[in-house]
C-alpha cells in the first residue's frame, strides 16, 4: 500500500486514538499527528498505536484546539483533519480547516452544532474542502445504514436503534462509560429530531421506553429517546419516509436509575447554591460518574440495528433489518465502541483524503457509498448482516 496521505487526530482519548491506528492500518498514511492537550495522553497515544502497528508513523503533540494559530499551522500541512475532541470545539476547527485547505470530519454527536459546521459550506466548497460531521457510530454508520436501506426498498420507517454495553455489567447502573461522559449527558439530555408521519418534530431525550431483544450475549434490554442520534438523518430523509428515528439501547433497569437522577435534576446545567457556593449538578454527576462507571479491564460490546419497513420493486409489503454485533478486541484492547466508532470515521476520512467527498459541508448519509462503507468495515472484521423478507 502506497503511503501518501498526511492525518491530524485532535483529541487523544479513547476515540482519537483508535481512529489513529485505524487511518495507519488502512489509511495510506505517511503520517499521523496525535493531539491533545494533554502532552502525555498525545504521547501515550501515539506509543500505543506504532507499537500495534509496527510503525513509527504516528507522532504525538500537545495541541490546545483553542489556540486558532498554532492549529492552523498544524492543518495547513495536513490532507484530513479527523476531530475526536469534545463537540463543542467542532464549528472552530471546521473553519480552521477550511482556511488550512484541509478536508475535515467529526464524530459530532451534538445537531445544533453540526447546523453551525452546515452554514459553512460555501466556504468550503469555495476552498475546494470536504467536511463530514457526525462520522462515528450513532450519529454516523447508522445514517449511512438507513440512506442504504433506500438504495433495497421503498421505506415507509426507519428505525435505528444502538448501545454500547458491558459484557459483564455492574451496579450501579449496569453501564460502563465507553466514551466521554460528557458525550453521554449531552445524550440523555436535550431534544431529539425525528421524522414522524412525514414531519420533523421535537421530541424531549430519554423519554419513550420499549423493550427490545438481541441475541445472546446480549439479550433483553430497553431503548430509549436520546438527543443526537438522528442528526441531519431527520432532515435528508423527510419526504422519503413517513418515519424515522433513533434509540439508546442499555440493560433493563437502566432507564428508570438514570430517569430518577433526571427527574431530581442532577442532570440540570443551572448551577446551584451550596453552602453559599454555585454548583453545577452535572458537573457533579460528571465525577461522581467517571469514578463509578469506569470498569477497568472490563469488555464491552455494542449492538447496532436499523430496521426499514415498506416494498420492494414489486410493490410487496417487504422488511429489512440491518444490524451488527461487536465485541472488545483482546489483541489490540480497543473496545468495541472504539472499533465501531472510530473505525467508522476513518472509513470516511480515507474516503476524503482519496478525492471521494465532494467539496462543501456535507450530511454523512448523502456524502458516501453507503455499500462502500460496509464492506470498508467488513475489512477490520465489523461485519453487518442483513436480512430481507417479503410480508405475507
Known sequence: MNSRYRYTVIGAGMQGTAEAFDLVQYGQASRVILCDIDPGAARRGA??????????????????????????????????????????????????????????????????????????????????????????????????????????????????????????????????????????????????LEIRNGRVVELPAFTEPEDIEFPEPVGKCEAFLTSGGTSTGAFS??????????????????????????????????????????????????????????????RDVVVLRVSAEGWDDQHRNAVLIQHMMDFYDDRTGFSAMERTTAFSAAVIAVMMAQGDVQPGVNTLENAVDPDRVVRELALRGIEIHTDFRIQA
Open 237 to 298: 430523509f423527510k419526504g422519503k419516509v413517513q418515519n424515522y428515528g433513533y434509540k439508546t439501547v442499555r440493560y433493563r433497569g437502566h432507564y428508570d436509575k438514570v430517569r430518577a437522577m433526571i427527574d431530581l435534576g442532577m442532570l440540570d446545567l443551572e448551577p446551584v447554591m451550596i453552602h453559599g457556593l454555585p454548583v453545577v449538578p452535572r458537573e457533579v454527576f460528571h465525577v461522581l460518574g467517571e469514578r463509578k462507571l469506569l470498569f477497568e479491564g472490563d
Open 47 to 192: 506509543e500505543r498505536v506504532n507499537r500495534l502497528t509496527g510503525s513509527d508513523l504516528t507522532v504525538g503533540i500537545r495541541l490546545d484546539a483553542a489556540d486558532r494559530k498554532t492549529v492552523l499551522d498544524t492543518l495547513s500541512e495536513t490532507d484530513v483533519c479527523c476531530a475526536a475532541a469534545h463537540y463543542a470545539l467542532n464549528r472552530d476547527l471546521t473553519d480552521l480547516a477550511i482556511e488550512a485547505g484541509c478536508h475535515f470530519c467529526d464524530l459530532g454527536g451534538n445537531t445544533s452544532v453540526v447546523q453551525q459546521q452546515h452554514e459553512l459550506h460555501e466556504k468550503a466548497c469555495a476552498a475546494g474542502v470536504a467536511v463530514v460531521p457526525d462520522c462515528g457510530l450513532a450519529p454516523g454508520l447508522g445514517n449511512i445504514l438507513a440512506a442504504r436501506a433506500l438504495t433495497r426498498m421503498t421505506c415507509d420507517t426507519i428505525r435505528i436503534r444502538c448501545g454500547g454495553l458491558p459484557q459483564d455489567p455492574k451496579p450501579p447502573l449496569d453501564y460502563k462509560l465507553v466514551f466521554s461522559i460528557s458525550g453521554l449527558t449531552n445524550e440523555y439530555t436535550g431534544q431529539c
